[in-house]
């Protein structure tokens, strides 16, 4: 078995025909021409041309709350599929399955000031909830294995594989530090894994960490003339924090093509990287880990 399901990459789905592309001036030309079609008489009919006429007023005001109106659907549309919903509404989609979202953390309401708790994000619900009919299996699956510790709370991500008959070696990514999870991680991982449900009795399965690979970052820019070179400076140091973490996961390595292309944000000539200094790829049981990051003009 490999650590990559068979899953739709939802970022790469079109846009549904559903969701309009709005244009507040197609709009407002729209109802300029059903106004001068109800008006009838067109010698005498206003100056829609003219920004101070009070009908261009009403027209204008009409198609911006029309335009409103249509976003309202638009959002209401995307609340409803599962590459878009985000917050209660994804919470809502997942009730047609048997997950839930994740508390990272309880937090504390009886702290001064009351602490949240920390929730699982987003985007790491809906990977699971894509995953969610893996469960409905009891004959073992790889995306069974997978969905059952992925539940965990302190589990970021995990990787199946089959080093023999009979035997599922699973791997866990933990979410604290560098992503080595503690041994009350694993031993939540292995609780879950043990149900009957998950579990056919012919399995062996062994829960291990993950193997982490560290990498340190070291890039220098050169920018275009321009009045702030800092602007651009923050935007590449947070691309390339966003690569960093988003590749923070089992089997997914880290490349010099995805560090240059997360560094090279509007107004930047050129980037020179120290380190890495070649790609650095990880099998379904390793994860690379950025342990200093560090980005210059």
Not at 118 to 124: F, P, T
Not at 131 to 159: I, Q, T
Request: proline share 8%; with cysteine; glycine share 6%.
């Amino acid at each position: 078995m490999s650590h990559a399901l068979p899953t739709i990459d939802l970022t790469r789905l079109p846009a549904p025909d559903v969701v309009e592309e709005l244009s507040y001036e197609t709009i407002l030309d729209q109802w300029k021409a059903t106004f001068r079609d109800h008006w009838g008489h067109a010698e005498d009919a206003p100056l829609l041309d003219l920004e101070s006429d009070p009908v261009v007023k009403l027209l204008e005001a009409g198609a911006y709350r029309e335009l409103l109106l249509r976003q309202r659907i638009n959002d209401s549309a995307r609340a409803v599929m599962l590459a878009y919903a985000v917050g209660s509404d994804l919470d809502n989609l997942a009730a047609l399955t048997p997950a839930v979202r994740k508390v990272i953390h309880p937090g504390d309401p009886n702290a001064v000031p009351p602490v949240p708790p920390v929730l699982e994000s987003d985007d790491e619900f809906r990977r699971r909830l894509q995953m969610a009919p893996e469960s409905f299996s009891v004959a073992g699956p790889e995306g069974a294995y997978l969905y059952a510790a992925l539940k965990v709370p302190g589990c970021r991500d995990a990787s199946v594989t089959n080093p023999g008959p009979c035997k599922v070696e699973v791997t866990v990514l933990g979410r604290e530090g560098n992503g080595t999870p503690s041994d009350a991680v694993v031993q939540a991982v292995e609780t879950a894994l043990a149900d009957g449900d998950v579990r056919p009795l012919t399995d062996e399965v062994t829960v291990k960490k993950a193997t982490i690979l560290p990498y340190a970052i070291h890039a220098t820019l050169a920018f275009y003339d321009g009045p702030d070179t800092q602007v651009a400076t923050n935007a590449a140091r947070d691309a390339v924090k966003d690569y960093v973490r988003s590749h923070h996961r089992l089997g997914d390595g880290i490349t010099l093509s995805g560090i240059y292309a997360a560094l090279h944000q509007p107004g930047v000539r050129k980037v020179t990287l120290t380190s890495p200094t070649a790609d650095i790829p990880a099998l379904a049981h390793q994860a690379a880990y950025c342990t200093n990051l560090e980005v210059i003009a």
